[in-house]
């Protein structure tokens, strides 16, 4: 075991200035038998999950959707972390949750390290207990009680804080660990520890050792016995015994760490002073970024601040270990940051070696931002003739177009399901409807930006007009869809809109080229960053986060994409619709003829559409009648799989499988068949169990139907007609964004329309409210002014 711990000792880094001189340890452990420790995992409410972890240490993370791979991880909390905003005591909660993350990553098979603060200030809590309780007695002894008043705390020298707290504090970290029955270990080193090379070995042979049991170590410095600080000794060559920065990084790098999370008081770095107006969050670090960056004070505790993380963090990216500084103390995130971290979501500052080829989403959302509004500046004309010409790419380009999606559908053969495979592919009839709609939405766009809805005389010389505008920029999200890039290209161009779009990675090939295509139409005009394709490794739970940046979030795809969407959008809102159950209920006044031509085009022709029927309701008088066995008969033809509603299997002698919910997207060859009683107990079903989408009633009497449209409370309510009418293509709309089932802004097939919104203009001469007051000069007129009429020709 000795020579194995030799092997694997500590090697100096003289070239850096920094050696990790040797030290002495002191060693606390409370454990738990291994026995016990699978039988924790699912104590805490942090999900479990399971990665791969094996990962040859070398060169650090690339991205950060890699640092779920992480196997061997430092946390570095920091003063401001670990102790309360008094600076006397602990933040028992947020130290709690804290020790929940780390023995979550623990049982997950990972092998976690703290570096941790916090003795001083558990020590000053105890001793100012202390002076505070003996100070009472004397004074109550000599000078009677109302002298307690003005009793004065001493300052309390830090070395013998940290001597009162550190069994303290160990103590404490036991008792939560022993929770997720995790052992921890206590590791004090000094200064003074740091110049014998056998000394270094022991500490590597302790922690490996200690890893090797599955026990936490818990590593600081020894503050009870450290002389004061050295200025600027951070990273010089001896590591100051204040600043657990640059021994979290050297703890890191020594020990061959894959991950080091440096938790601090501030979101990250930011590349202006925080709180300032034009402070922004930089999500990578570069090295060689730190000359553009001003860095300010240190935190209200503590003896590093953010430019000694800056430099032990470069430190320890250069050894190969990758970096992460993040906020540990704000109450919204603080109960996940850890996990969030090794998960790869966008939290803090990530520092990475390699810079991407082509820009930032962030700077992407600028890019849409300028252009976008340069795009609204267009005349109607010009907007008019970049989608036209956009079109004609889309026919000239064919060629190209075709063999980037076989590129794509060769690459998700066998991984990609017959539905999403035919949503994926391209063909010369789907790129000239493609042309089509886009000459509609052409067309449309004329009397789109700045068309005025209402004019109004508030005064004389006072006039109010309400204009239509683009929204700002959108954020479009779709899976397996390539057809939706020039669809909604040419809506956002339409409208004047900036654009962000997330294609899914199985259409990588035909989305690049269709981009392309649509910024060389842009270009015509100079407004080519208007519509931006994200191809970083964003997740789109990070997008969905992006809330100064993007106005309105539209997902299109499966049901489970945009309730994912829905749940991550943070102060965006989000035009969509989660489900698509539809329904369509058969009168019993309907026509033989037509039920089962409306029922097999709403069912077979396309289910996996969101506008597919998925529930049909029968009037019970239909039962046992011939339209019945044919509806049933041309199903099985079609191969549908039924499921029985709970009334129509009570009929039934032998019935088809039981539905296992009413509430059900089947997107497949399956349907669900339910007998009522009549329109008012097809409406009733309908609002139970619908998603407000589309509906549909087939019957020959008006009545009945016009009672059925005007109380069903859905976006499409149709007579006659199949389900899949509800398309923004089918209602002349040239294209769609997707189908929205929300009550504000756009229902239903979203196209050019639903992506404006107004502003008001007024325009006076020196009005001021005062003059409108009761002893004032003018009155108010509110008269309603013709709205001129655009030459759309």
Not at 777 to 790: D, F
Request: hydrophobic share 40%; with cysteine.
């Amino acid at each position: 075991m000795l020579s194995q711990v030799y092997r694997c000792g500590f090697q100096p880094f003289n070239q850096h200035r920094l050696p990790w001189v040797k030290c002495t340890t002191v060693i606390r452990s409370h454990c738990i038998q291994p026995s016990v420790i699978r039988h924790v995992r699912s104590w805490s409410n942090i999900p479990f999950i399971t990665v791969p972890l094996s990962r040859t240490h070398g060169k650090s993370f690339a991205h950060r959707s890699e640092l779920k791979h992480a196997k061997r991880i430092v946390v570095k909390l920091g003063s401001a972390v670990v102790t309360r905003g008094d600076e006397c005591g602990l933040a028992l909660g947020r130290l709690a949750s804290i020790v929940e993350q780390v023995s979550v990553l623990q049982n997950q098979g990972r092998e976690m390290m703290l570096v941790t603060s916090g003795a001083v200030a558990f020590g000053k809590q105890r001793l100012r207990h202390e002076i505070l309780l003996s100070q009472s007695v004397r004074q109550a002894l000599h000078s009677g009680q109302n002298q307690l008043k003005e009793m004065a705390i001493p300052v309390l020298e830090a070395r013998a804080c940290a001597a009162a707290g550190q069994s303290g504090l160990m103590a404490l970290y036991e008792a939560m660990f022993t929770q997720y029955s995790i052992c921890a270990a206590q590791i004090l080193v000094t200064n003074l520890d740091f110049h014998d090379e056998q000394k270094r070995r022991n500490l590597n042979g302790t922690l490996h050792e200690l890893l090797r049991m599955n026990i936490v170590p818990i590593v600081n410095t020894n503050d009870a016995v450290v002389p004061p600080a050295e200025p600027n000794s951070d990273l010089q060559g001896v590591i100051s015994v204040k600043d657990n920065d640059s021994l979290a990084a050297r703890l890191a790098v020594e020990m061959k760490t894959d991950l080091l999370i440096v938790l601090s008081d501030v979101e990250g770095l930011f590349d202006s002073p925080p709180g300032s107006d034009d402070a922004k969050l930089i999500d990578i670090f570069y090295p060689g970024d730190q000359q553009s960056v001003t860095f300010g004070t240190k935190s209200r505790v503590g003896m590093g601040g953010m430019e000694a993380k800056v430099k032990a963090a470069l430190w320890a990216l250069q050894g190969g270990t990758s970096v992460v500084i993040a906020n540990g103390t704000h109450p919204k995130v603080s109960g996940h940051v850890i996990t969030d971290i090794v998960e790869g979501k966008k939290v803090g500052t990530f520092f990475s070696e390699v810079k991407p080829a082509g820009p930032t989403v962030e700077q992407q959302g600028e890019m849409a931002r300028s252009g976008g509004r340069m795009l609204a500046t267009l005349e109607p004309e010009q907007r008019a003739e970049i989608i036209h010409h956009l079109a004609d790419l889309l026919t000239d380009q064919r060629d190209e177009i075709l063999l980037a999606n076989k590129k794509d559908l060769e690459e998700a053969e066998g991984r990609l399901a017959a539905p999403l495979l035919k949503r994926l592919s391209l063909s010369t009839s789907k790129l000239n409807s493609l042309a089509i709609g886009l000459r509609q939405i052409a067309a449309s766009s004329q009397d789109s930006v700045g068309r005025v809805l209402r004019r109004t005389r508030i005064a004389k010389n006072l006039e109010l007009e309400q204009v239509t505008v683009p929204i700002g920029v959108l954020l479009v999200i779709f899976e397996s869809r390539p057809d939706c890039l020039p669809q909604v290209a040419a809506l956002a161009i339409a409208s004047g809109n900036g654009l962000l779009l997330k294609g899914g990675k199985e259409a990588a090939h035909s989305n690049r080229i269709l981009h392309l295509l649509t910024q060389e139409a842009l270009s015509i005009h100079g407004v080519k960053e208007a519509v931006q394709l994200v191809n970083t490794r964003e997740e789109v739970e990070d997008l969905c986060r992006l809330d100064k940046m993007i106005d309105l979030i539209i997902p299109r795809g499966s049901s489970q994409l945009v309730r994912d969407i829905q749940k991550a959008a943070k102060g965006i809102p989000v035009m969509g619709h989660s489900e698509g159950i539809c329904h369509m209920y058969v009168d019993s006044e309907a026509s033989v003829d037509k039920v089962t031509r409306l029922v097999r085009d709403s069912k077979c022709e396309y289910p996996a559409a969101c506008n597919a029927l998925e529930t049909l309701l029968i009037h019970r008088d239909l039962l046992r009648t011939p339209l019945f066995d044919q509806i049933i008969d041309m199903l099985r033809v079609e191969q549908v799989k039924i499921h029985a509603g709970p009334k129509f299997a009570s009929y039934l002698t032998f019935s088809p499988s039981e539905v296992k919910s009413l509430r059900t997207e089947y997107g497949d060859l399956e349907l669900c068949i339910e007998v009522v009683d009549n329109v008012q107990d097809a409406i009733d079903h309908i609002h139970k169990y619908g998603s407000s989408h589309t509906d549909v009633i087939v019957t020959e009497d008006e009545n009945t139907a016009e009672f059925f449209l005007q109380h069903v409370d859905s976006a499409c309510v149709f007579w006659n007609a199949s389900t899949r009418f509800s398309d923004g293509y089918r209602f002349g709309l040239g294209a769609e964004v997707g189908i929205s089932t929300s009550r504000i802004h756009a229902r239903g097939p979203v196209g050019l329309e639903g992506l404006l919104t107004t502003k008001w203009l007024l325009r006076g001469k020196d009005h001021v409210v005062s003059d409108f007051s009761e002893h004032g000069s003018l009155k108010y007129l509110h008269e309603n002014l013709p709205i001129p009429q655009r030459n759309t020709n």
